[in-house]
């Protein structure tokens, strides 16, 4: 079956400091892969997407490739800001389950100043 | 303009009450779905919709009825709610050929 698994968190860190949040995934088929974005009462947003192996989704920042022998895509950021705080979710959807969307638990971030 | 809406944001209410949660997107999108989130975060899919056909059912209780009334529109009735249907529940949708979803703002439903 389709899962997603990421870092627990919660994970603080200081302004400019480097962020990763490690996801993995196991699926059937090619997923697609993505990190959605919830900051503090609001909805999901796309941070970013990778839909084939090797390719590297990235905005605002942050990036993450899809790495299917490692069946990973680790997010990453060189410098976060305070404005960055939220809880990141790792996700993948597949066409062989309907295209639903699998997530993992959420890594929640706090950026202090 | 808000691309997926959802109403009501809050809404608290009695058990046993029978509520509903709109859902209507603007942007042409072939497919909806409805999910859940718990308290710890985790989401999980209840239902998905194409083009006004269910074609995701997850294991929810049948108190739970996803009604698709055109393409733009799905909303989610509940019957006899109980305690443990407190959660926040998002509408999303995605576009025919594409693989991201774009989801609401969220319904956080409180049950007394």
């Known amino acids: 079956g389709n899962s997603v698994t990421q870092m627990e968190g919660p994970v603080t860190l200081s302004e400019e400091a480097f962020l990763t949040i490690n996801c993995t995934y196991t699926?059937?088929?090619?997923?697609?892969l993505f990190w959605y974005v919830q900051y503090p009462g609001e909805g999901l947003q796309l941070l970013l997407k990778?839909?084939?192996?090797?390719d590297k989704g990235s905005n605002k920042g942050f990036e993450a490739t899809y790495r299917k022998e490692t069946t990973s895509f680790h997010l990453e950021k060189g410098s976060v800001q305070v404005s960055d705080s939220a809880v990141y979710f790792c996700?993948?959807?597949?066409?062989?389950?309907?295209?639903?969307?699998?997530f993992g638990t959420g890594t929640s971030l706090t950026v202090i100043p | 303009d808000t691309a997926v809406s959802q109403t009501p944001k809050y809404l608290v209410t009695q058990m046993g009450n029978d509520k509903s949660i709109k859902c209507e997107q603007n942007?042409?999108?072939?497919?909806m779905y409805w999910y859940k989130q718990d308290s710890k975060k985790f989401l999980k899919i209840m239902f998905s919709?194409?083009?006004?056909?269910?074609?995701i059912n997850e294991t929810v209780p049948n108190r739970f009825s996803p009604k698709s009334p055109d393409k733009a529109h799905l909303n989610l009735h509940i019957n006899s709610l109980e305690l443990g249907d407190s959660a926040v529940y998002f509408c999303?949708?995605?576009?025919?050929?594409?693989?991201?979803?774009?989801f609401g703002q969220g319904t956080r439903l409180t049950v007394v």
């Open positions: 999303a949708s995605r576009p025919r050929g594409r693989t991201e979803a774009f």
């Open positions: 699926a059937t088929g090619y997923p697609s």
């Open positions: 990778a839909t084939k192996a090797d």
């Open positions: 996700a993948l959807s597949s066409s062989n389950t309907g295209n639903q969307f699998y």
């Open positions: 942007l042409g999108h072939d497919t």
């Open positions: 919709y194409n083009n006004k056909e269910l074609i």
